[in-house]
């Protein structure tokens, strides 16, 4: 029974109406120890008559052992597995120990939760509740995390607790609980103390804590002890009261994690106990077991601590050691952790054991787990050579787990002079990969470089990839770093069919012709005479990946790199082409670590393609991937990206929104984020901001990078605006040289315009011709508009105002159909200012109410994809995926699913 908590059980209330509705939602509450969180999940769970509920509670113990959560909370549904699409279905059986095979992606896992979820819900609605999150195991937290984020329109409520000091899981609605009012506090005492002679005690002992107004008139506590002190005491008094047995046997309950009633009578029996010595802790409502259901329970949570707490450290040890005998081989994470903590000193079996269940842990995807498990094995190993191999062992597990400060803890432990190269260099891989997190991109290129300087002669394979990684790193370095990393990778000595030697070739023929920017004696002159679209080797994009196929590259990971770095040369249409492919294969194959990178390049590709609807989709979808798979440095590159979709379509808030964030987040955003706000101005008329913006990103030291090359043409428009175009002359000499090694129509097209900015009247309009005539021969809907605008305005300045009408009429067309709205308003000023009405804008409109993710669902689903495909390749449940089609059909025009293929080439 409650006492008051109306305005919670009011939140409560309106949580489980939503979901019954359709309106999938979440409530994180958070109080103090006893404040009565569990009674309210209690109650959530008692008010949803004919749901199906799913419980989970975290236990202190159990928080370093991977899934342990989740394993609760979907035992009663195991049975439903077999509906969820294959990948998933796989992925978390694996997860769970189900099934053998590798593990599957965190983010696999974490979609497989949500189909799970609605799928259940298809049969009626559903709550799931957690109880105790802060000891949540870390990979179950974050599976619930990226299901709950993606919940939508499913019949799904989902109901978290945990302590004031718990975790803050980012984009869900809290709800403070706080102590009961005085009249509330007084009412529940009264029903559980009635004959208690000084209630005015414990009511002030207790401060509206409900567990303390119930387990302080047991005690005879007082004073101003905290909440969490106060029913410390008064537990660890009713415990003192018991029997020595009694106390033998919670100690036995508390230790063991999992509430199994088997596992506890089994360990029990071993200790010389029996069920008569539990008792008088049952009398007193300490324990419960429940036969039945093959569980046992206590009262509060914070009995665990208490019992654990206050037991002698031989006691423990016995315990520990009792409940390793009673563990079957299913639980051999939970055995080798119980022998591990029952050791007194070094131990080689109980490493062994413990390294060796780490190892299984790790193939489930548990790798936070396996990563404190490799860990508590190297400091009980006697061997040295074995501690230090487990370590490494715990590095790579906190890596693959994301928690690179914690692998740069172990690894800068660990790290001696004395090691052997293969250790030292994974200790620095790891040191490396934490630096680069936090944007120290100068050591952390120096740590990867020595990394894979120390293995290169008698590993070259692996010291490629780790030399691969330094580019990468190189690239928000600088250009003396980029060559530095390009020249040590050329020079590795890889085995003829090594599947990164076509990779390797082609990042040099991609990225090497930056070293003619470098200043005299900068270094990097080794690849400074890569030339044409082949470069170094005459090798293509293309030509990479087939040669990487086949000789057994794993893809996608090999290729993310040399994909990316087709953008920086210009190789636009065959990055557009890869990473099409790429993101495909990663999607099937449940590649989603990979995700947040390739779909970044293939917003890029098609921004440049002039596909702007589509490049926001991708943008925005990679953008939530990113977030939710903890990637800062694609966050920030996406939200620079985003700035720049926002200046395009001259949304000012947004665009600055997004440039902030970028910056907010490191340097790998920041060239996008000051692309977008120099357009914007640009766009807006305010030439001299404008001016500002892109001087100092393509004049900066990043001026090699992809949006700071391309932001030329802005710059030089800019600059002839404020009758300053000798300013640009070096970033306009370097673009077209830029343009010449790309041998892309579209990029000579650029120089054209730029050239024809600057020129005098008698040669500009040849220059403007010439321009859009390359323009036809690679269109790109974006820059031959801007082109056919600028060179309407020149013809309506020479008074040519009757041959202005043909190139801006095409212009503002063409802008409008891209969301363009700034240009396009530029454009038909200028139409009007030729005495022509301007001409009305095409069907393009009827799509541009559309969010991009109801866009993508609706590209889809004219392409014929189910609800159900539509859901697994965008991180969706199908119930969400309709609730988007049927928003999106008035917006449309349409009526119904067969009618969408007729709005396909609009989208398109």
């Given at each position: 029974?409650?006492?008051g908590r109306?305005?919670?059980?009011?939140?409560?209330?309106?949580?489980?109406a939503?979901?019954?509705?359709?309106?999938?939602?979440?409530l994180?509450?958070?109080?103090?120890?006893?404040?009565?969180?569990?009674?309210?999940?209690d109650?959530?769970?008692?008010?949803a008559?004919?749901w199906?509920?799913?419980?989970?509670?975290?236990?202190?113990?159990?928080?370093?052992l991977?899934y342990?959560v989740?394993?609760?909370?979907?035992?009663?549904?195991?049975?439903?597995?077999?509906?969820?699409?294959g990948?998933?279905r796989?992925?978390?059986?694996?997860?769970?120990?189900?099934?053998?095979?590798?593990?599957?992606?965190?983010l696999l896992?974490?979609?497989?939760?949500?189909t799970?979820?609605?799928?259940?819900?298809?049969?009626?609605?559903?709550?799931a509740?957690?109880?105790d999150?802060?000891?949540?195991?870390p990979?179950?937290?974050?599976?619930?995390?990226?299901?709950?984020?993606?919940?939508?329109?499913?019949?799904?409520?989902?109901?978290?607790?945990?302590?004031e000091?718990g975790?803050?899981?980012?984009?869900?609605?809290?709800?403070?609980?706080?102590?009961l009012?005085?009249?509330?506090?007084?009412?529940?005492?009264?029903h559980?103390?009635?004959?208690?002679?000084?209630p005015a005690?414990v009511?002030?002992?207790?401060?509206?804590?409900?567990?303390?107004?119930?387990?302080?008139?047991?005690?005879?506590?007082?004073g101003?002890?905290?909440?969490?002190?106060r029913?410390?005491?008064a537990y660890?008094g009713?415990?003192?009261?018991?029997?020595?047995r009694?106390q033998?046997?919670?100690?036995?309950?508390?230790?063991?994690?999992?509430?199994e009633?088997?596992?506890?009578?089994?360990?029990?029996?071993e200790?010389?106990?029996?069920?008569a010595?539990?008792?008088p802790?049952?009398?007193l409502?300490?324990?419960?077991?429940?036969?039945?259901?093959?569980?046992?329970?206590?009262?509060h949570?914070?009995?665990?601590?208490v019992?654990?707490?206050?037991?002698?450290?031989a006691?423990?040890?016995?315990?520990?050691?009792?409940?390793?005998?009673?563990?079957?081989?299913?639980?051999?994470?939970?055995?080798?952790?119980?022998?591990?903590?029952?050791?007194?000193?070094?131990?080689?079996?109980?490493?062994?054991?413990?390294?060796?269940?780490a190892?299984?842990?790790?193939?489930?995807?548990g790798?936070?787990?396996?990563?404190a498990?490799?860990?508590?094995?190297?400091?009980?190993?006697?061997?040295?050579?074995?501690?230090?191999?487990?370590?490494?062992?715990?590095?790579?597990?906190?890596?693959?787990?994301?928690?690179?400060?914690?692998?740069?803890?172990?690894?800068?432990?660990a790290d001696?002079?004395?090691?052997?190269?293969?250790?030292?260099?994974?200790?620095?891989f790891?040191?490396?990969?934490?630096?680069?997190?936090?944007?120290?991109n100068?050591?952390?290129?120096?740590?990867?470089?020595?990394?894979?300087?120390l293995?290169?002669?008698?590993?070259?394979?692996?010291?490629?990839?780790?030399?691969?990684?330094?580019v990468?790193?190189?690239?928000y370095?600088?250009?003396?770093?980029?060559?530095?990393?390009?020249?040590?990778?050329?020079?590795?000595?890889?085995?003829?069919?090594?599947?990164?030697e076509p990779?390797?070739?082609?990042?040099?023929?991609?990225?090497?012709?930056?070293?003619?920017?470098?200043?005299?004696?900068?270094?990097g002159?080794?690849?400074?005479?890569?030339?044409?679209?082949?470069?170094?080797?005459?090798v293509?994009?293309?030509?990479a990946?087939?040669?990487?196929?086949?000789?057994?590259?794993?893809?996608p990971?090999?290729?993310?790199?040399?994909?990316?770095?087709?953008?920086?040369?210009?190789?636009?249409?065959?990055?557009?082409?890869?990473?099409?492919?790429?993101?495909?294969?990663?999607?099937?194959?449940?590649?989603?670590?990979?995700?947040?990178?390739?779909?970044?390049?293939?917003a890029?590709?098609e921004?440049?393609?002039?596909?702007?609807a589509?490049?926001?989709?991708?943008?925005?979808?990679?953008?939530?991937l990113?977030?939710?798979?903890?990637?800062?440095?694609?966050?920030?590159?996406?939200?620079?990206?985003?700035?720049?979709?926002?200046?395009?379509r001259?949304?000012?808030e947004?665009?600055?929104?997004?440039?902030?964030?970028?910056?907010?987040?490191?340097?790998?955003?920041a060239?996008w984020?000051?692309?977008?706000?120099?357009?914007?101005?640009?766009?807006?008329?305010?030439?001299?901001?404008?001016?500002?913006?892109?001087?100092?990103?393509?004049?900066?030291?990043?001026?090699?990078?992809?949006?700071?090359?391309?932001?030329?043409?802005?710059?030089?428009?800019?600059?002839?605006?404020?009758?300053?175009?000798?300013e640009?002359?070096g970033?306009l000499?370097?673009?077209?040289?830029?343009?010449?090694?790309a041998?892309?129509?579209?990029?000579?097209?650029?120089?054209d315009?730029?050239?024809?900015?600057?020129?005098?009247?008698?040669?500009?309009?040849?220059?403007?011709?010439?321009?859009l005539?390359?323009?036809?021969?690679?269109?790109?809907?974006?820059?031959?508009?801007?082109?056919?605008?600028l060179?309407g305005?020149?013809?309506?300045?020479?008074?040519?105002?009757?041959?202005?009408?043909v190139?801006?009429?095409?212009?503002?067309?063409?802008?409008?159909?891209?969301?363009?709205?700034?240009?396009?308003?530029?454009a038909?000023?200028?139409?009007?200012?030729?005495?022509?009405?301007?001409?009305s804008?095409?069907?393009?409109?009827?799509?541009?109410?559309l969010?991009?993710?109801?866009?993508?669902?609706?590209?889809?689903?004219?392409?014929?994809?189910?609800n159900?495909?539509?859901?697994?390749?965008?991180?969706?449940?199908?119930?969400?995926?309709?609730?988007?089609?049927y928003k999106?059909?008035?917006?449309?025009?349409?009526?119904?699913?067969?009618?969408?293929?007729?709005?396909?080439?609009?989208?398109?």
């Amino acid at each position: 029974m409650l006492y008051g908590r109306g305005t919670e059980r009011a939140a409560l209330d309106r949580l489980l109406a939503d979901a019954d509705a359709g309106r999938a939602g979440a409530l994180l509450l958070r109080g103090e120890p006893g404040i009565g969180k569990s009674a309210l999940l209690d109650a959530a769970a008692d008010t949803a008559t004919g749901w199906r509920v799913l419980r989970a509670a975290g236990v202190e113990s159990e928080a370093r052992l991977p899934y342990a959560v989740l394993s609760q909370l979907l035992a009663p549904v195991l049975g439903e597995l077999d509906g969820l699409p294959g990948p998933q279905r796989a992925a978390l059986e694996r997860t769970l120990g189900l099934a053998d095979g590798p593990a599957g992606d965190r983010l696999l896992v974490g979609l497989a939760v949500l189909t799970l979820l609605g799928d259940l819900a298809e049969q009626g609605p559903v709550l799931a509740a957690v109880d105790d999150l802060q000891w949540a195991d870390p990979e179950s937290a974050a599976a619930l995390r990226l299901a709950v984020r993606r919940l939508g329109a499913e019949r799904v409520a989902v109901l978290l607790a945990t302590r004031e000091d718990g975790p803050e899981p980012a984009g869900l609605p809290e709800l403070p609980v706080g102590p009961l009012a005085e009249p509330d506090a007084a009412r529940l005492l009264a029903h559980h103390a009635p004959e208690l002679a000084d209630p005015a005690r414990v009511l002030a002992a207790a401060a509206g804590n409900p567990l303390a107004l119930r387990e302080l008139p047991r005690a005879s506590a007082d004073g101003e002890l905290p909440p969490d002190g106060r029913l410390r005491l008064a537990y660890h008094g009713q415990v003192s009261r018991l029997p020595g047995r009694t106390q033998r046997w919670l100690l036995l309950a508390a230790l063991e994690e999992t509430g199994e009633a088997a596992v506890l009578l089994r360990a029990a029996e071993e200790s010389g106990l029996d069920a008569a010595d539990l008792a008088p802790a049952e009398a007193l409502g300490l324990l419960r077991v429940d036969l039945a259901a093959g569980r046992t329970r206590f009262r509060h949570p914070l009995l665990r601590s208490v019992l654990v707490d206050r037991a002698p450290l031989a006691d423990r040890l016995a315990a520990h050691r009792t409940l390793a005998a009673a563990y079957g081989p299913g639980e051999p994470l939970r055995r080798a952790w119980h022998r591990a903590l029952a050791a007194t000193g070094r131990d080689a079996q109980a490493a062994a054991d413990l390294a060796a269940a780490a190892a299984g842990a790790a193939s489930r995807g548990g790798h936070q787990g396996a990563c404190a498990a490799y860990e508590r094995a190297a400091r009980l190993s006697p061997d040295p050579a074995l501690a230090r191999r487990w370590t490494v062992a715990a590095v790579e597990a906190a890596l693959e787990a994301g928690e690179v400060e914690r692998a740069e803890r172990l690894a800068l432990a660990a790290d001696r002079p004395d090691a052997d190269p293969v250790t030292r260099a994974h200790l620095l891989f790891a040191r490396g990969v934490a630096e680069f997190w936090r944007d120290e991109n100068a050591s952390a290129h120096a740590r990867l470089t020595e990394a894979a300087t120390l293995v290169a002669a008698t590993h070259p394979g692996p010291a490629a990839r780790v030399l691969v990684q330094a580019v990468h790193v190189a690239w928000y370095d600088g250009l003396p770093a980029v060559t530095c990393s390009l020249d040590t990778l050329t020079a590795l000595p890889l085995p003829d069919g090594d599947p990164l030697e076509p990779v390797v070739r082609y990042l040099a023929a991609a990225l090497g012709p930056l070293a003619r920017e470098l200043p005299a004696g900068a270094g990097g002159a080794g690849l400074g005479g890569a030339e044409g679209s082949g470069g170094v080797g005459g090798v293509t994009l293309g030509e990479a990946e087939r040669a990487a196929r086949a000789a057994g590259a794993a893809v996608p990971v090999d290729l993310v790199l040399p994909c990316g770095a087709g953008l920086v040369p210009g190789h636009d249409a065959e990055v557009l082409d890869l990473s099409r492919r790429l993101v495909r294969e990663a999607r099937e194959g449940g590649a989603f670590g990979t995700l947040p990178t390739l779909l970044f390049f293939l917003a890029e590709a098609e921004l440049f393609d002039g596909r702007p609807a589509s490049a926001a989709e991708h943008a925005a979808e990679a953008l939530q991937l990113a977030l939710d798979s903890g990637q800062p440095l694609w966050t920030g590159q996406l939200h620079g990206f985003r700035a720049y979709l926002a200046a395009t379509r001259g949304e000012a808030e947004p665009c600055r929104e997004q440039a902030a964030a970028a910056f907010a987040r490191g340097g790998a955003g920041a060239p996008w984020a000051r692309w977008a706000l120099g357009l914007l101005d640009l766009g807006a008329g305010r030439a001299e901001d404008a001016h500002g913006h892109l001087a100092a990103l393509t004049g900066g030291p990043f001026g090699y990078q992809v949006a700071a090359v391309r932001a030329v043409p802005d710059l030089v428009e800019a600059a002839v605006r404020l009758r300053r175009g000798e300013e640009c002359a070096g970033a306009l000499a370097r673009f077209e040289r830029w343009a010449e090694h790309a041998d892309r129509p579209w990029a000579r097209a650029l120089v054209d315009r730029c050239r024809a900015l600057l020129a005098p009247d008698e040669l500009a309009e040849e220059l403007y011709l010439r321009a859009l005539a390359r323009h036809a021969e690679q269109p790109r809907p974006w820059e031959r508009a801007r082109t056919e605008l600028l060179y309407g305005e020149w013809l309506r300045r020479g008074r040519r105002k009757a041959e202005a009408r043909v190139p801006l009429r095409s212009a503002e067309q063409a802008l409008r159909r891209l969301g363009a709205a700034p240009w396009a308003e530029r454009a038909r000023l200028e139409l009007d200012a030729t005495g022509a009405p301007a001409a009305s804008g095409p069907a393009r409109a009827v799509v541009a109410g559309l969010t991009p993710q109801e866009s993508q669902i609706v590209r889809l689903a004219a392409q014929g994809l189910s609800n159900r495909d539509i859901a697994a390749q965008l991180f969706l449940s199908a119930r969400t995926v309709g609730h988007h089609l049927y928003k999106a059909y008035p917006k449309l025009g349409v009526s119904s699913r067969g009618d969408l293929a007729e709005v396909l080439p609009a989208l398109s």
